[in-house]
């Protein structure tokens, strides 16, 4: 079973920024994609930046030039830096993986349980 632990959210200035952290532990092989996704009230939810396994990222074009995707593979950990925050930023942050519980075992997508931004003056 695999767990992923989301940290670092809390109350922001616009303009602000913030960084999250997201730890899976448990019984993993092997991790491939690792993802943010947030959600607004309301709103549906967004998946926010990517990064694979090699490094590469992907960002959704609401937060390009102002967010940061990274990883520490050792740790098995993903973080997301935000900086310039936005009033819209505001929403429960989820980060997600795609891993191997062991090698017999196929890819798999856990979720953790988010952690919420609130970017308010």
Request: aromatic content about 10%; some cysteine; overall charge positive.
């Amino acid at each position: 079973q695999v767990q992923l632990v989301a940290s670092g959210g809390g109350l922001v200035q616009p303009g602000g920024s913030l960084r999250l952290s997201c730890a899976a532990s448990g019984s993993i092989f092997s991790v491939n994609v690792m993802n943010w996704y947030r959600q607004a009230p309301g709103k549906e939810r967004e998946l926010v930046a990517t990064i694979t396994s090699s490094g590469s990222t992907n960002y959704a074009d609401s937060v390009k030039g102002r967010f940061t995707i990274s990883r520490d593979n050792a740790k098995n950990t993903v973080y997301l830096h935000m900086n310039s925050l936005k009033p819209e930023d505001t929403a429960v942050y989820y980060c997600t993986l795609r891993a191997r519980p062991s090698s017999l075992t196929s890819w798999r997508d856990y979720w953790g349980l988010g952690t919420q931004v609130t970017v308010s003056s």
